[in-house]
T-cell receptor
C-alpha cells in the first residue's frame, strides 16, 4: 500500500520569505501523480500544484514550486515570497493506478506579518 | 474551470433523521467522484468511490447501508446519511475527477453536518 508522510505538524514563516514543506512517500508503482493541496480556514481544498512521476522537470505554479526526487521518494513544496493568504493547512497527496488519493497528515503553515 | 459545488454547506438535523448531500461538477463531466470525511485538524478520510451508473465502492469500515451513495449522472453524486446520530457529525467533502483525462481530483467546499 502507498503511504504519504508529512513529519512536520506545524511551520511558521515571515511574510515575504521562503518556506519549504516536506513530504515523502512510499510506493512500488512506476506511474503515479503527486499533489499539494491547500486547505485554508474556509476548509475548501484547493489544488496548489501537481507533478507527474514520469516527468523529470519539477512543476512550478507562480510562487509555488516542487522539488521532486523520485529515487528518494521525496516531494517538497517551496513557497516563495510568502503572503498572509498562504496561511493554511497543506496536504501532500499521492494517486496511482487505483485513482484514490492517499493523503499525508498535513502541515499547518502560519505566515506572520 | 474544474469547479465542484456541494450543497448544503451546513446542516443541522435531529438524531434519527436522514440527510442528503449533493455534489456537482459544474464545468466538466465526472464518471468518478469521491466522498471524504474530515475531523478537525486531521487529514481527509476516504469513505467511498462513486461511479456513474454503477454501485459505489466503500472503504473498509464504512457502512454502506448508512452512507448511501448515488451517482445518477456524469455531473451529480449524492451522499445520504441515513438515521443520523451525533457521532455522524463531521465535515463531509466530495471530489470529482475529470472524465476527460488526468488524475487530478477537484474538491467541493464541504458540508458541515451537526446531528443533535
Amino acid at each position: 500500500a502507498q503511504t504519504v508522510t508529512q513529519s512536520q505538524p506545524e511551520m511558521s514563516v515571515q511574510e515575504a520569505e521562503t518556506v519549504t514543506l516536506s513530504c515523502t512517500y512510499d510506493t512500488s508503482e512506476s506511474n503515479y501523480y503527486l499533489f499539494w493541496y491547500k486547505q485554508p480556514p474556509s476548509r475548501q481544498m484547493i489544488l496548489v500544484i501537481r507533478q507527474e512521476a514520469y516527468k523529470q522537470q519539477n512543476a512550478t505554479e507562480n510562487r509555488f514550486s516542487v522539488n521532486f526526487q523520485k529515487a528518494a521518494k521525496s516531494f517538497s513544496l517551496k513557497i516563495s515570497d510568502s503572503q498572509l493568504g498562504d496561511t493554511a493547512m497543506y496536504f501532500c497527496a499521492y494517486t496511482g493506478a487505483n485513482s484514490k488519493l492517499t493523503f499525508g497528515k498535513g502541515i499547518t503553515l502560519s505566515v506572520r506579518p | 474551470g474544474a469547479v465542484v459545488s456541494q450543497h448544503p454547506s451546513r446542516v443541522i438535523c435531529k438524531s434519527g433523521t436522514s440527510v442528503k448531500i449533493e455534489c456537482r461538477s459544474l464545468d466538466f463531466q465526472a464518471t468518478t467522484m469521491f466522498w471524504y470525511r474530515q475531523f478537525p485538524k486531521q487529514s481527509l478520510m476516504l469513505m467511498a468511490t462513486s461511479n456513474e451508473g454503477s454501485k459505489a465502492t466503500y472503504e473498509q469500515g464504512v457502512e454502506k447501508d448508512k452512507f448511501l451513495i448515488n451517482h445518477a449522472s456524469l455531473t451529480l453524486s449524492t451522499l445520504t446519511v441515513t438515521s443520523a446520530h451525533p457521532e455522524d457529525s463531521s465535515f463531509y467533502i466530495c471530489s470529482a475527477r475529470d472524465s476527460g483525462g488526468g488524475q487530478t481530483q477537484y474538491f467541493g467546499p464541504g458540508t458541515r453536518l451537526l446531528v443533535l
